[in-house]
Antibody
């Protein structure tokens, strides 16, 4: 059974870089049929798609965050990662990773449980 | 970006009620509209995709309709486990965007 598990620091200082990893188990990150995405949820901005990546490394970014975001995939570890630089309090949110069908890439079919990240000094 | 607007933001209902939530896109998205349910402390869960297709395992009391800019989610007979927040999301154009949510309360 597919499981996605987000991990990373729960507290990040302003201006620093937020780094999260999503570990995929019970399914193959090398799947040619899926993308892997990051979404965040905050009281102020609701649900916001951040970026998605294919196992080959091809990535798509939300233009509003693109200048600060890098997503990557490590197929040997069955993980994909998110780095968000120059964070502010506005980046405090629950961050989710999700699996997306390649044929209908914009659908978030399966989600991790989420991890809360707070930006504060 | 395509803006998604849901109404109402919240509603009060009783078990057995028929509930309808609407979602409007700022431009035409054909049928690229999905609905998610979220309960407190949990991730969103896909209910309906492509406007009207029921995700596997989702009860048939949930249904969706619409195309272009106007869409609806209907719960035909509200059950206790349906009290949650519902979100629409467009998958027509990146950046994929969500509505602000509709909270269904007792």
């Amino acid at each position: 059974q597919l499981q996605l598990h987000e991990s990373g620091p729960g507290l990040v200082k302003p201006s620093e870089t937020l780094s999260l990893t999503c570990t995929v188990s019970g399914g193959s990150i090398n799947s040619t049929n899926h993308y892997w995405g990051w979404i965040r949820q905050s009281p102020g901005k609701g649900l916001e798609w951040i970026a998605s990546i294919y196992f080959s490394g091809t990535a798509y970014y939300n233009p509003s965050l693109k200048s600060r975001v890098i997503v990557s995939v490590d197929t040997s570890q069955s993980q994909f990662s998110l780095r968000l630089s120059s964070v502010t309090a506005a980046d405090s949110a629950v961050y989710y990773c999700a699996r997306q069908p390649r044929a209908t890439a914009g659908i978030f079919l399966f989600w991790g449980q989420g991890t809360l990240v707070t930006v504060s000094s | 970006d395509i803006q998604m607007t849901q109404s109402p933001s919240s509603l009060s209902a009783s078990v057995g009620d028929r509930v309808t939530i609407t979602c409007r896109a700022s431009q035409s998205i054909s049928k690229f509209l999905n609905w998610y349910q979220q309960k407190p402390g949990n991730a969103p869960h896909l209910l309906i995709y492509a406007s009207s297709s029921l995700q596997s395992g989702v009860p048939s009391r949930f249904s969706g309709s619409g195309s272009g800019t106007d869409f609806t989610l209907t719960i035909s007979s509200l059950q206790p486990e349906d009290f949650a927040t519902y979100y629409c999301q467009q998958s027509h154009t990146t950046p994929w965007t969500f509505g602000q949510g509709t909270k269904v309360e007792i």
